[in-house]
């Protein structure tokens, strides 16, 4: 059965540093996002993709986080400048339609900003 | 804005026993409603979903119905097993967006 895989598993960083978190969909879908839970806390919806643009984001997607699709099976989020705030477990999914859609969910990667 | 509630955890239950896991929400016009479940080491998985008033979702003897007059969609199975121990997520998609919105997730432990 196809599924969503993320790389890597578990990602140690100082603050300050740049971090990309990478996902790759299943191959047919057209939809993709990022959610994050921070330990103890709910899942939160960070930013939809669609065409190679956001089509929706929430307000903890500022400027120093980014999407890119940088190639027809990747899709990645980029930290510009982590702070300690930012440590959490990244959850990538993917639907084959948008507001009608199943998401299907990859097994995250831990982020650990120290 | 939009929020999903459910019970704290964690719930600790014998084999066989009937579970509950209560989950209530708050959003405008009329959302659609999932559970999702998370075992160790894995990805959310939709485990059930219901998109308008009075439906009732239902997978691997789980069952929840949406109900707009209390705003709830508990998650109920009459007979849990060893395997059913998990994560279990309330989450709710508004009308008009792609955004999944969930609950903090509620930790299943079932004992033989």
């Known amino acids: 059965e196809p599924e969503v895989t993320q790389t890597p598993s578990h990602q140690v960083t100082q603050m300050g540093q740049e971090v990309i978190l990478r996902c790759v969909p299943i191959?047919?879908?057209?939809?993709f996002y990022w959610y994050r839970q921070i330990l103890g806390q709910k899942v939160e919806f960070l930013v939809s993709f669609y065409n190679n643009e956001i089509s929706e984001k929430s307000e903890i997607f500022d400027d120093q986080f980014s999407v890119e699709r940088p190639d027809g099976s990747n899709f990645t989020l980029k930290i510009r400048s982590t702070k300690l705030e930012d440590s959490a477990m990244y959850f990538c999914?993917?639907?084959?339609?948008?507001?009608?859609?199943?998401?299907?969910f990859g097994p995250g990667t831990r982020l650990t900003v120290t | 804005g939009d929020s999903v509630t459910q019970m704290e955890g964690p719930v600790t239950l014998s084999e066989e026993a009937f579970l509950t896991i209560n989950c209530t929400y708050t959003?405008?016009?009329?959302?659609?409603l999932f559970w999702y479940v998370q075992y160790p080491g894995e990805g959310l998985q939709l485990l059930l979903k219901a998109t308008k008033a009075d439906d009732k979702g239902s997978n691997k003897g789980f069952e929840a119905t949406y109900r707009k007059e209390t705003t709830s969609f508990h998650l109920e199975k009459g007979s849990v097993q060893v395997s059913d121990s998990a994560v279990y997520f309330c989450a709710l998609r508004n009308q008009a967006g792609t955004a999944l919105i969930f609950g903090k997730g509620t930790t299943l432990s079932v004992s033989s």
């Open positions: 959003a405008t016009g009329y959302p659609s």
């Open positions: 999914a993917s639907s084959e339609a948008g507001r009608g859609g199943e998401q299907y």
């Open positions: 191959s047919n879908h057209l939809y």
